[in-house]
């Protein structure tokens, strides 16, 4: 019910209308427009030099905007030669090197932003924030007297403290070794889910984003690849460059042989036949090239003497390499003219035959 309450009070609180930056020759962002419903995680996700950086900085503040509307709230923010300035935006940010001043303690660190309080209100909130983010009894230290993780908590506690609008990160966790940034995933799962802030939060790790975004924005050479719902992504990408950061590690050459209804196509991949999902089938012509997305969680080994079920894709190679990964084996399967990845918990020799099976639905063809 609740739930149901806090749905129906959504309300767009940032909007970026057709934003671009041009920096000379180069074009940082191109044309990007993007609508964030108040409460709602939003992960901006691509490859370096893709632009993430250059839209944190135009909502920011810390850059103008060549074209394009930035509103927050319904309020105009920035647009081609007018800019808030950023200490008047509703908005702050935590930055990837955590910027935290190093002469300054944890209390007046994160307290900074606070001076409308009086010195009581100011305590008990810094406070709260830093029992919030675990950091009880750290009141007084210096940055150089905290590890990584708990320098980036302060960086988080400051852009709390002022309970600004929006919330920007900027690959916040990068500085941090693998176990940490684990650790710190679940932590700001927890903390988005309780605070319901809106929140702009960009990387480059497709795990990360997914970890705690309600949607997801990729962007490639400044453009926009793909918005939408993070599973929805993930289970439908826009393009081949979208499925391979979605995790779809195999690339196959396969041909359009027939369609067979309801998006589904029957394709030849070498000598072999399949059925699969068709993403853009508006040109589909049989003889068509696709290439034909697959992840290596949705391949299962099978023994070629199994019972063949009508909506499992059967195929059938030889082990070209096997390689160990810690916890299982990958293995590139030789299906002639294309190769396959898949996951083994055991070794296999190269040059043994193996089959496979998936379902038709976990294959995506793009032509
Ligand atoms: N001040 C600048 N002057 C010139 N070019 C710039 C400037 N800032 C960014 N660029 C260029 O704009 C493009 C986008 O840069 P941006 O920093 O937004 O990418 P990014 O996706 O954040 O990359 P990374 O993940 O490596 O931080 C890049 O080609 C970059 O070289």
């Given at each position: 019910m609740l739930q149901k309450n806090w749905q129906a009070l959504r309300c767009t609180m940032l909007d970026v209308s057709h934003l671009s930056r041009h920096y000379g020759d180069s074009?940082?962002?191109?044309?990007i427009s993007l609508h964030l419903d108040t409460g709602r995680v939003l992960a901006v996700l691509g490859p370096s030099g893709c632009g993430k950086s250059t839209l944190l900085k135009l909502v920011s503040g810390l850059e103008d905007p060549d074209s394009g509307e930035i509103r927050i709230n319904g309020r105009l923010i920035a647009k081609r030669g007018f800019s808030l300035p950023p200490e008047k935006r509703p908005i702050n940010m935590v930055f990837q090197d955590y910027a935290l001043w190093p002469h300054m303690k944890v209390r007046n660190i994160v307290g900074?932003?606070?001076?409308?309080?009086s010195r009581s209100e100011r305590k008990r909130r810094v406070d709260e924030l830093l029992s919030l983010l675990h950091?009880?009894?750290?009141?007084?230290?210096?940055?150089?007297?905290?590890s990584g993780g708990q320098q980036q908590r302060v960086a988080i506690a400051r852009a709390l403290a002022t309970d600004p609008e929006v919330l920007l990160f900027d690959e916040?966790?990068?500085?941090?070794d693998v176990q940490l940034r684990m650790e710190m995933r679940h932590e700001l799962a927890d903390l988005f889910e309780r605070l319901r802030k809106t929140v702009l939060y960009v990387t480059h790790d497709p795990l990360e984003a997914c970890a705690f975004a309600d949607e997801l924005l990729v962007l490639r050479h400044g453009k926009l690849e793909q918005v939408g719902p993070v599973r929805s992504l993930f289970a439908?990408?826009?393009s081949p460059w979208v499925a391979g950061l979605a995790g779809y590690d195999s690339r196959l050459t396969a041909h359009l042989h027939s369609a067979i209804g309801n998006g589904l196509w029957r394709l030849t991949v070498g000598n072999q036949t399949l059925v699969c999902r068709l993403?853009?089938?508006?040109?589909a012509v049989p003889g068509a090239p696709v290439s034909l997305m697959l992840h290596s969680s949705s391949i299962k080994l099978c023994s070629k003497d199994e019972e063949q079920h009508p909506d499992v894709n059967y195929l059938s190679g030889t082990v070209r390499q096997c390689i160990f990964e810690g916890h299982q084996w990958r293995i590139r399967l030789d299906l002639g003219e294309t190769l396959l990845s898949l996951v083994s918990n055991q070794r296999h020799e190269r040059g043994s035959g193996l089959s496979v099976s998936f379902t038709q639905h976990s294959a995506l063809a793009f032509h």
């Amino acid at each position: 019910m609740l739930q149901k309450n806090w749905q129906a009070l959504r309300c767009t609180m940032l909007d970026v209308s057709h934003l671009s930056r041009h920096y000379g020759d180069s074009v940082a962002l191109d044309d990007i427009s993007l609508h964030l419903d108040t409460g709602r995680v939003l992960a901006v996700l691509g490859p370096s030099g893709c632009g993430k950086s250059t839209l944190l900085k135009l909502v920011s503040g810390l850059e103008d905007p060549d074209s394009g509307e930035i509103r927050i709230n319904g309020r105009l923010i920035a647009k081609r030669g007018f800019s808030l300035p950023p200490e008047k935006r509703p908005i702050n940010m935590v930055f990837q090197d955590y910027a935290l001043w190093p002469h300054m303690k944890v209390r007046n660190i994160v307290g900074y932003g606070l001076t409308s309080l009086s010195r009581s209100e100011r305590k008990r909130r810094v406070d709260e924030l830093l029992s919030l983010l675990h950091l009880d009894g750290y009141a007084d230290r210096l940055p150089a007297e905290l590890s990584g993780g708990q320098q980036q908590r302060v960086a988080i506690a400051r852009a709390l403290a002022t309970d600004p609008e929006v919330l920007l990160f900027d690959e916040p966790l990068s500085n941090l070794d693998v176990q940490l940034r684990m650790e710190m995933r679940h932590e700001l799962a927890d903390l988005f889910e309780r605070l319901r802030k809106t929140v702009l939060y960009v990387t480059h790790d497709p795990l990360e984003a997914c970890a705690f975004a309600d949607e997801l924005l990729v962007l490639r050479h400044g453009k926009l690849e793909q918005v939408g719902p993070v599973r929805s992504l993930f289970a439908d990408p826009a393009s081949p460059w979208v499925a391979g950061l979605a995790g779809y590690d195999s690339r196959l050459t396969a041909h359009l042989h027939s369609a067979i209804g309801n998006g589904l196509w029957r394709l030849t991949v070498g000598n072999q036949t399949l059925v699969c999902r068709l993403a853009e089938c508006a040109q589909a012509v049989p003889g068509a090239p696709v290439s034909l997305m697959l992840h290596s969680s949705s391949i299962k080994l099978c023994s070629k003497d199994e019972e063949q079920h009508p909506d499992v894709n059967y195929l059938s190679g030889t082990v070209r390499q096997c390689i160990f990964e810690g916890h299982q084996w990958r293995i590139r399967l030789d299906l002639g003219e294309t190769l396959l990845s898949l996951v083994s918990n055991q070794r296999h020799e190269r040059g043994s035959g193996l089959s496979v099976s998936f379902t038709q639905h976990s294959a995506l063809a793009f032509h």
